[in-house]
């Protein structure tokens, strides 16, 4: 079964930091674009991340120079390593695979809640 | 930066049609791709590149993409469509951008 699992939420202080797990199954990592998609509280969807399967990197102007998207080939896991912790960051992320030619999200997992709070 | 424009709540009654409209730039000149989402869930992909329809995803959802907006159609309507619902498109410069949502009620 193609599936999708978060793990590493939490609540975190201001200026912290937090690095979130998502595991694969059913198919590589490695070998498709992979992306964090965040929801806030009551708010809307907000793209955070992507990684190409060739290594690029891009990011949403919120997180840029904050956040960092990796993979792990053995685990078949990808990460988001979140530093520099604002309030602003509370939401719901969401690790999601790319489908087709960047068209769309095809396969999301069951989200992992960060809060940032003092 | 892009943006994509929807309305933030739409109503229908059961067995009727209802659309929900997304609008950016130029729009039809990507792919747009359409996203539903129940309370406390995590998003399905409904439609993706303007009109198609995943596996298992219903007959009564179709889409189209135009000019400057996008349309997500439910045809003959059902309680269980009751759901938020994201356009998405994909910019070139590297980055996806998500439609501000729509709340669509079944009454």
């Known amino acids: 079964e193609v599936q999708l699992v978060e793990s590493g939420g939490g609540l975190v202080q201001p200026g912290g930091s937090l690095r979130l797990s998502c595991a694969a199954s059913g198919f590589t990592v490695n070998s498709n674009y992979m992306s964090w998609v965040r929801q806030a509280p009551g708010k809307g969807l907000e793209w955070v991340s992507l990684l190409y399967s060739a290594g690029s990197t891009y990011y949403a102007d919120s997180v840029k120079g904050r956040f960092t998207i990796s993979r792990h080939t053995s685990k078949n896991t990808l990460y988001l390593q979140m530093d520099s912790l604002r309030a602003e960051d509370t939401a719901v992320y969401y690790c999601?695979?790319?489908?087709?030619?960047?068209?769309?999200?095809?396969?999301w997992g069951q989200g992992t809640m960060v809060t940032v709070s003092s | 930066s892009y943006e994509l424009t929807q309305p933030p709540s739409v109503s229908v009654s059961p067995r009727q049609t209802v659309s929900i409209t997304c609008s950016g730039d130029?729009?039809?000149?990507?792919?747009a791709s359409w996203y539903q989402q129940k309370p406390g869930q995590s998003p399905v992909l409904v439609i993706y590149?303007?009109?198609k329809r995943p596996s298992g995803i219903p007959e009564r959802f179709s889409g189209s993409n135009s000019g400057n907006t996008a349309t997500l159609t439910i045809s003959g309507t059902q309680a269980m469509d009751e759901a938020d619902y994201y356009c998405?498109?994909?910019?070139?410069?590297?980055?996806?951008?998500f439609g501000t949502g729509t709340k669509v009620t079944v009454l």
């Open positions: 998405q498109a994909w910019d070139s410069s590297n980055v996806f951008v």
């Open positions: 590149e303007d009109t």
């Open positions: 999601a695979r790319v489908f087709g030619d960047l068209s769309s999200f095809d396969i």
């Open positions: 130029k729009l039809g000149d990507k792919y």
